[in-house]
């Protein structure tokens, strides 16, 4: 007998080798190899007959392998495999390319099981052929029960191991499974919704019953499926409200006064009017700061909705209060500019303001670490450079953290523990879907400014391709000479790769004596030196430089309203967000703007419809749930390291309600736990599968 921890060379089938090979993927236990779901079915109950196949049907027929032929074509050394599959109604031929193993596998005589699209044979030839269909080859040994006569699950290959070799392995490992294994979730709750029990959600998910609807089953969305679903989701937001709990069972702290004098002064602040979203945000942060309890909340919106102004305002009524705040970006440039356009505003009005990022040095550092501490200092601006353990405040109270999804819930712990009660406040780059939010912020409360200061216009979006490239420089100059500045993005996908910064570093070049000879053309990419960082963005801010070649490093909150136009150099390389990101550093004042995008010339046409996609809107959440779709939540969210817990059967996009469902239910049970007797085994279970992930991503 084995149980989900057994590791997974116990199981029959599998020797050291294997377990070695499916240890590269992750799977270490059984438990691990269970929740390894197929990605689709097949109803081998019934094949299609092979004369009923039609062009363009995809079907699963079962046939002997009559001939089989591998040919090389003479010009570039391509391999054709083709051979003739037959059954008792018709023959139709299968073609691979560039597979000369399967002259082996698929030979003569062999009974094989083909998955795949019949369409028109090509080269005067006539009849049906299947294209690289999905094959198995069936053995004369073949235990019926497991690979055909029913509906069988199809995995996605694992190193060594093809998807009937995982299927066997599995069916093995359920058989040899206790039949009656605990079950974490509280009792209740699978029931209500009619799930099955843990052990049979698995033995279903994998190999399902004769009656299973299939449509559901496909979808990943057979109660077997959505019970697994739930449980995933269920532990994972009971961490995120455990961890709200104790964040609200610390020891109470007198929330900040708001006054109208106090009021008076955050309203001489302001060069404008806030918008009516702006407002409701801002009360619904102030109100938190105002409660005994820490604040942990998410401020989301569009880029440009002005977000940046109402993490200052709150600031300013901490130091009003008596005590600090600070600021943390996810870029030198970011912090810089933060730093310097808070400079500006509260120029003058008695709140002095530092910066604090690792180009900081020597004496200057000491000075801004000893102000903290001694709290003559109340603003700080910086990068995760503010996480260190020597940066010590007398009194902070608010921790911005203007992020790109880098930081976990463990780092924002961190720089809550640098004040008594710190109130944090986390504020996304990129609007996110609901879902996403919920998965990798489930633990702070929602604020959202839905408007756009008044007078914006969205920003006139075009594709353009190299043909174009004198008019848009035409272009470029003619608002240039109506006193607007440029930006000229440069993507690089990774900051640091030489040969990309030379590409940028050749571009700016060419365009300052080339293109724009009589015109001051800068350049900003992540490593210049902090000074000259400054000085480049300083007088692009100033206006002094027209047309600014930047790379990516401006894609996070530049903000220059008299800049109106960008063209973005091979944009196809870039995901829809970080495109969106990147427009928004334009129409930021109230002229008309315009972002002309120019793929490279390796632009396919499924690009090409993407970028098509950023003319049609200029709305970020719609925006974001198309590249969620299309690139799926880790390209999505930009990083590696993205914070987003590994999920291992719920699907983002594809079980929201679930997540709503089990988020409910989850925080439910948080507020009753000291009242359910089986909460310490819950409270390990969440812990088990999600303890390290909540503390989640490194810093960086
Ligand atoms: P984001 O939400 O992308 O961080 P910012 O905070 O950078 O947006 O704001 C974008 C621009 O809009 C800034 O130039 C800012 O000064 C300006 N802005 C913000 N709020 C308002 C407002 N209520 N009215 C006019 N301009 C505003
Ligand atoms: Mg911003």
């Given at each position: 007998m084995i149980d989900l921890t057994t590791p997974l060379r116990y199981v029959k089938g599998i020797g050291p080798r294997r377990s070695e090979a499916l240890a590269t993927e992750g799977l270490r236990t059984v438990e691990d190899l269970l929740f390894h779901l197929p990605f689709r079915y097949e109803d081998r109950s019934r094949f299609l007959p092979i004369a009923s196949l039609l062009p363009g049907l995809r079907g699963t027929v079962r046939g002997r392998v009559v001939t089989a032929a591998l040919r090389r074509t003479r010009r570039r050394g391509l391999s054709i495999f083709e051979a003739l599959v037959e059954d008792d109604s018709g023959s139709i031929r299968v073609v691979f390319f560039n597979q000369p193993y399967l002259n082996r596998l698929l030979a003569p005589g062999r009974e094989v099981i083909l998955h795949g699209e019949a369409t028109p044979a090509r080269f005067g030839r006539r009849g049906l052929i299947m294209q690289s269909p999905q094959y198995e080859v069936l053995a004369r040994e073949d235990d019926e029960a497991i690979h055909t006569g029913r509906v069988v699950p199809i995995y996605p290959r694992l190193p060594g191991l093809s998807s009937r070799a995982i299927r066997r392995i599995v069916h093995a490992a359920l058989g040899e499974l206790r039949a009656s294994l605990p079950d974490p979730l509280p009792p209740g709750l699978a029931q209500a919704r009619g799930f099955p029990p843990r052990r049979a959600a698995l033995a279903l998910a994998h190999f399902p019953p004769e009656d299973t609807d299939l449509a559901e089953l496909q979808a990943g969305r057979s109660p077997a499926h959505r019970r697994l679903v739930f449980e995933e989701f269920f532990f994972l937001q009971l961490g995120f409200a455990l961890a709200r709990q104790r964040l609200e069972s610390l020891p109470e702290e007198p929330g900040l006064r708001v006054d109208d004098p106090v009021r008076e002064r955050l309203r001489a602040v302001l060069p404008f009017r806030l918008t009516a979203a702006q407002r409701r945000v801002l009360k619904e942060i102030a109100f938190d700061q105002m409660s005994p309890r820490p604040m942990s909340r998410l401020l989301q919106g569009d880029?440009?909705?002005?977000k940046t102004v109402i993490a200052l305002l709150a600031s300013l009524l901490a130091v009003e209060n008596g005590h600090q705040a600070a600021f943390m970006a996810p870029t030198e440039i970011l912090a810089e500019q933060h730093h310097r356009s808070f400079r500006r505003l509260l120029e003058g009005r008695g709140y002095p303001i530092a910066l604090l990022t690792a180009g900081v040095k020597g004496a200057a550092r000491r000075q801004v670490l000893q102000g903290l501490r001694a709290g003559t200092i109340p603003i700080l601006v910086g990068t995760h450079a503010l996480l260190e353990e020597e940066v010590r405040f007398r009194s902070l109270r608010l921790a911005v953290i203007d992020e790109?999804?880098?930081?976990?819930v463990a780092q924002r712990a961190r720089l809550r523990g640098k004040g008594k009660r710190t109130d944090v406040l986390v504020m996304t780059a990129t609007p996110i879907p609901r879902s996403l939010a919920l998965t990798v912020y489930g633990d702070l409360t929602l604020s959202v400014i839905d408007e756009l200061p008044p007078g914006r216009r969205p920003v006139k979006t075009v594709l353009r391709d190299e043909r174009a490239r004198p008019g848009v420089y035409r272009f470029l100059r003619e608002q240039v000479a109506q006193g607007r500045q440029a930006y000229v993005v440069y993507p690089?996908?990774?900051?640091?790769?030489d040969s990309e910064l030379k590409a940028a570093v050749a571009m700016a070049g060419r365009l300052a004596r080339e293109v724009f000879p009589d015109l001051r053309v800068g350049l900003l990419h992540g490593r210049l030196r902090p000074e000259e960082r400054e000085a480049v963005m300083g007088d692009f801010a100033a206006g002094t430089i027209p047309v600014l070649v930047a790379t990516t490093v401006i894609e996070v909150g530049i903000d220059v309203p008299n800049a109106t136009v960008m063209v973005i150099e091979q944009a196809e390389r870039f995901g829809l967000s970080q495109l969106h990101q990147l427009r928004?550093?334009?129409?930021?004042?109230?002229s008309e703007s315009y972002c002309i995008l120019m793929p490279g010339t390796r632009g396919t046409e499924e690009s090409l419809r993407r970028l098509q996609i950023m003319c049609e809107t200029n709305d970020g959440f719609i925006i974001a749930r198309r590249d969620l779709e299309m690139r799926g939540p880790g390209e999505f969210l930009g990083?590696?390291?993205?914070?987003?817990?590994?999920?291992?059967?719920?699907d983002i996009l594809r079980d929201l309600d679930i997540l709503e469902d089990a988020r409910r239910e989850a925080f439910d049970l948080a507020a009753r736990l000291a009242t359910i007797p089986q909460r310490g085994d819950l409270v390990r279970h969440m812990e088990r599968r999600w303890g390290g992930r909540l503390g989640m991503v490194q810093v960086g």
């Open positions: 880029v440009g909705c002005g790109q999804h880098r930081f976990g690089l996908v990774e900051e640091s790769r928004g550093r334009v129409g930021r004042g109230s990083t590696r390291q993205s914070g987003i817990p590994d999920l291992r059967v719920g």
